[in-house]
Every structure is written in C-alpha cells, then in structure tokens.
C-alpha cells in the first residue's frame, strides 16, 4: 500500500540558509500535519492543513510557514534556519478531518541538520 | 492542558511479555495510539483504541484503557528482540486534529 513520501530524507544546511521539506500525503489523504522531533524527544505538532487551509497551528516558529496545494501535498519552508532547528521533521496524513478515526500515518521524516 | 506520561525504559527477556504503560490527562480525548519508532526512523501505527472500549486485541498486541483513572497500556506477548525500540502513546485531541505524544518508552529486549 502507498505510504506517505518525504522529500528530502536528509537535508544538510548552514545557519540562516532556508531549507523546504515536502511531503506527498497517502493516496485520497486530504489532510496533512506536520510534526517535529528533536533529539531524543518527542514529536511535537507544528501545523495542520485540511483541504487546502490550515487547521491548526502548534509550536511552530514565526520563521517556519507551510501549504497545503491543490493535489493535496504540503511543503514545509524554514528561513533563517538556527542550529535548533536541526530535527527529524515528520508528515502524516488522514483521511477526512472530521471522521471518526483520523487515524495518522506517519512519513519517514526528514533529517534536517544545521551546522 | 494537554500531557501524556509514559515511563522511559523497559527491559524484558525475549519471550516474556512487555507492559508499556501511559497516563493521559485530556478527559475529552476520541483515541488513543501506540506508535513504534525503531533507531533512525519513522513512526510506525500499532495500533488504536477508541475511548469508549476497555480493551482491544490484535495477534501479540493488547491494549487496555481504564478511562476513570486515564491510563492506557500496551502488552506485548511473547516479545522479541525485533520489538525493541521505541513506543509512543498519543492521543487525539477532541477539538483538533493534534496528536499530543507522550515521551516514549524505551524496549530493551534481551536474548
């Protein structure tokens, strides 16, 4: 069965540079959220899209914006990147927000370090 | 608010059962889940119960949920070396679609 698919699963970048993590949701998936762990923790929720418009909005930095597009994947963009931002940052998807499940299936994340 | 507490380290041998426990403090939550995450990788749904059921069942997997005192357990029978990593609960909030995790229990299986 299809999974959801991360891009890229490691990104390597200097402080202040920008990086963009995309994740392409399971198959009729129309919502995504994206999620941050850092070393040895565990993954804290940044932001929500359903349909196309954002959810919700956790601890997500000022620096960080994401989007959900029309074919349903969602980019991910970081400026100004700080030495604690480097984590694995995950992507899951569900099906339909409001059902009763909402049952999220996790990508394999992307390693991001910054140097 | 919102917290989930597991404890961090568990050490079995192989062929005995593994208890993973974790207490949850929203009363509204729908679901909860058992997440595995093995070294260097993603997360991997073992599975979920519904807020209103007392248990669920599936092959070495049982989870029991005792919703008065908020507490959620996962029993893995007859556990293997491969099952050592690293076991998150989670649950749904009801008003958003978050999953709030716990810290993560550490599996150390030994042979």
């Known amino acids: 069965a299809a999974g959801v698919i991360q891009s890229p699963r490691h990104l390597i970048k200097e402080k202040r540079e920008t990086a963009t993590l995309k994740c392409y949701p399971i198959p009729r998936h129309d919502t995504v959220y994206w999620y941050q762990q850092g070393p040895g923790q565990d993954p804290q929720f940044l932001i929500s899209f359903y349909e196309k418009m954002q959810s919700d909005k956790g601890s997500i930095p000022d620096r960080f914006s994401a989007q959900q597009f029309s074919d349903y994947h969602s980019e991910l963009n970081m400026s100004s990147l700080e030495l604690g931002d480097s984590a694995l940052y995950f992507c899951?998807?569900?099906?339909?927000?409001?059902?009763?499940?909402?049952?999220?299936?996790f990508g394999p994340g992307t390693r991001l370090t910054v140097l | 608010g919102e917290d989930v507490e597991q404890s961090l380290f568990l050490s079995v041998r192989e062929g005995d059962s593994s208890v993973i426990n974790c207490t949850y403090t929203d009363s509204s939550s729908t679901y909860l889940y058992w997440y595995k995450q093995e070294p260097g990788a993603g997360l991997q749904l073992l599975t979920y119960?519904?807020?209103?059921?007392d248990m669920k069942q599936d092959q070495r997997l049982t989870v029991l949920l005792n919703k008065k005192d908020k507490h959620l357990s996962l029993r893995i029978a007859d556990t293997q070396t491969g099952d050592s990593a690293i076991y998150f609960c989670?649950?749904?909030?009801?008003?958003?679609?978050?999953?709030?995790f716990g810290q993560g229990t550490t599996l150390q299986v030994k042979p």
């Open positions: 989670a649950e749904l909030t009801s008003n958003t679609g978050k999953l709030i």
């Open positions: 899951a998807s569900s099906f339909h927000r409001t059902a009763s499940t909402d049952t999220q299936y």
């Open positions: 119960i519904f807020s209103n059921m």
